[in-house]
Structures are given as C-alpha cells and as structure tokens.
C-alpha cells in the first residue's frame, strides 16, 4: 500500500539515518514543519521537490511521481469523484502534450 508524501518523506529520512532537524535544515525547513509534513498536518512545497531529490539522491521525475500522486488522490478523496476522473485527467494530459508539440513544431523555409 502506498504511503502519503509526508510518510515518504518520513521513510526516506528514517532509512537514511537521518534526524527531523538535519533534514529540515537541508531542505530550508524548520523541524517543526517538516514535523507537519511528515505528519499530514501541513503541504510539503512544491518548489523545494528538487532539494529533496537532491538529499536523497533520487530522480527528480521519481519524487514529483509520488509528490503529484499523492495530491490528485487527496483532491479525488475530498471530493468523492469517481476513479473515471483518473481516465478523463489523462486524456487530458495527452490533448495538451498534443497541443504543446503542435504549437512547438518549427517550420523551416525549404526555398532556398
């Protein structure tokens, strides 16, 4: 079963022998809120995901996977929408993958 971030965090420090306090200061934090974090008691930050990477030498992609999945859980669970939801974001996603690379596509003159 999967664990939410703050207990991944937690795991990640634990295993790695570390203590709240030497995690935090790596990661910009007080003790206290990586305390709430790990505890579900408050957000971990988006923007410090490459710090925690980092620290644990982990791939940033591997992070956001459990960083960002634990979020659109959270948000399927507190509005009691459907696993369809799931299926329907991804079709989404992949639309706007569409349109990006659309939008990107460089056209070279040929008429030279």
Do not use: H, P, W
């Amino acid at each position: 079963m999967k664990t939410s971030f703050g207990e991944y965090i937690r795991k990640l420090r634990t295993e790695n022998g570390m203590t709240l306090t030497q995690l935090a200061a790596q990661l910009e934090l007080d003790s206290a809120n990586l305390s709430k974090i790990e505890n579900g008691k408050r957000e971990f930050d988006e923007k410090r995901l490459e710090k925690l990477a980092t620290v644990f030498s982990l791939k940033l992609d591997d992070i956001k996977t459990e960083f960002f999945s634990d979020l659109f859980a959270k948000k399927i669970y507190e509005n009691n929408c459907s696993m369809e939801t799931l299926m329907v974001a991804e079709e989404k996603v992949n639309y706007l993958k569409s349109k990006n690379v659309k939008q990107g596509e460089i056209k070279f003159n040929t008429n030279e």
